[in-house]
C-alpha cells in the first residue's frame, strides 16, 4: 500500500522560494505520474505541475518558469521547487500519483 506524505509548505514573502515534497512509502511509486494541484479558497482545484515515471514535465502558464517539478526514484520523492512566488500563488497544494491517490494538503501562503 502507497501512502503519500507531504511538507514543505509554510509562510513566504513575494518573490520568495519554497521547495515542497511528496513522499510515498513504497517503490511502486517510481511507475506512475505524478501531479501537484492547488486550491484556493472559493475557487476550483487546478493542475499545477506534473511528472511522468519517466521524467517528462507539463506546467498550467501561470507557473511556468517559475515552479519546477522533479522525482527522486531513489527516495520515492517528488518535488515542488517554486521560486518568484506571487500572492496569487497562495493555496493549498496537494500532490496526487496516478491510481494511488492524494495526499493530505500543505497550506502555501505568500504575503507581503
Known amino acids: 500500500q502507497v501512502q503519500l506524505v507531504e511538507s514543505g509548505g509554510g509562510l513566504v514573502q513575494p518573490g520568495g522560494s519554497l521547495r515542497l515534497s511528496c513522499a510515498a512509502s513504497g517503490n511502486i511509486f517510481r511507475f506512475y505520474a505524478v501531479g501537484w494541484y492547488r486550491q484556493a479558497p472559493g475557487k476550483q482545484r487546478e493542475l499545477v505541475a506534473a511528472?511522468?515515471?519517466?521524467?517528462?514535465?507539463n506546467y498550467v502558464d501561470s507557473v511556468k518558469d517559475r515552479f519546477t517539478i522533479s522525482r527522486d526514484n531513489a527516495k520515492n520523492t517528488v518535488y515542488l521547487q517554486m521560486n518568484s512566488l506571487k500572492p496569487e500563488d497562495t493555496a493549498v497544494y496537494y500532490c496526487h500519483a496516478e491510481k494511488l491517490g492524494w495526499g493530505q494538503g500543505t497550506q502555501v501562503t505568500v504575503s507581503s
Open positions: 511528472i511522468t515515471s519517466i521524467g517528462s514535465t
